[in-house]
C-alpha cells in the first residue's frame, strides 16, 4: 500500500451538510413546488448542471429562476436563504481535518458554482484548513470526470496512489477510484478518523 500524503474531501454532503431538511420542504410548499424539487432545480436542472461546468455564472442561474419561480430581487433573496437555511458545518469532521495538518496535504474539490470560494471564506470560514481548493465551476469539469481528480493531483504534485478521497456521491467515489486513488463513501453514520486509519492514515 503507497503511503498516502494527501487527503481530499467533497464540500456539500460531507464538509457542509443539509441537517435540517424542513426550510428547504417549507420553501417547496410555499411555491407550490414537488418534493425535491427546489433541489433539483439548482443542482440537478440543465442550467444547474451548466452553472457547476461554470458554462453559466451563478448569477444567470438565479436569474433563470427568478423568472421560472416569478417574484422579485426580494424574494429571491429570501429563497436563497431559505434554501441552505438547513445547512450546517460539519464540525467535528472539519477538527479532524485541522488535525490532520501539517503531516498531510488537506484538499477541497467540489462540484459547484463560481461562488464556492465566498461560500467558503465568508459562509462557512474554512479555507484556511485547506491546502488547495478545486471547485468544478472554475475547472470546467465535474467530479466524477477524471480530468478533474488528475489535474488536482499534478497541481499537489501527487500520484493517485498518494492521495485519498471523501465524497457522499458513490458515483464521485467510483470515480476517484477510476483513476487510481483510495476513496470512502461518506455517510453520517461513518467515522472518518476510523476509516482513514484502516489507509494508515493517523
Same mark, same amino acid.
Given at each position: ?10 464540500? !456539500? ?34 442550467? !444547474?448542471?451548466?452553472?457547476?461546468? !461554470? ?148
Amino acid at each position: 500500500m503507497a503511503m498516502i500524503k494527501t487527503v481530499i474531501f467533497d464540500v !456539500g454532503g460531507v464538509l457542509v451538510r443539509t441537517e435540517d431538511p424542513t426550510p428547504r420542504r417549507r420553501l417547496e410548499e410555499q411555491l407550490g413546488l414537488q418534493p425535491g424539487e427546489a433541489e433539483y432545480l439548482v443542482y440537478n436542472s440543465e442550467m !444547474g448542471q451548466q452553472a457547476q461546468r !461554470g458554462e453559466i455564472a451563478s448569477a444567470e442561474l438565479w436569474g433563470w429562476l427568478q423568472t421560472r419561480l416569478g417574484g422579485d430581487d426580494a424574494a429571491m433573496a429570501a429563497f436563497r436563504q431559505q434554501f441552505w437555511g438547513g445547512d450546517r458545518l460539519n464540525a467535528p469532521l472539519l477538527a479532524l481535518v485541522r488535525r490532520l495538518r501539517p503531516r498531510y496535504q488537506t484538499v477541497i474539490i467540489s462540484n459547484a458554482m463560481d461562488d464556492l470560494l465566498h461560500t467558503l471564506t465568508v459562509t462557512y470560514p474554512i479555507a484556511d484548513a485547506f491546502d488547495l481548493i478545486v471547485g468544478s465551476a472554475t475547472e470546467k469539469v465535474m467530479k466524477p470526470a477524471p480530468e478533474i481528480f488528475l489535474r488536482t493531483l499534478a497541481r499537489l504534485e501527487r500520484t493517485p496512489a498518494e492521495a485519498i478521497f471523501i465524497d457522499d456521491m458513490l458515483y464521485n467515489v467510483e470515480g476517484a477510484r477510476a483513476v487510481g486513488m483510495a476513496a470512502i463513501h461518506y455517510t453520517p453514520a461513518l467515522n472518518v478518523a476510523a476509516a482513514l486509519a484502516a489507509y494508515e492514515v493517523e
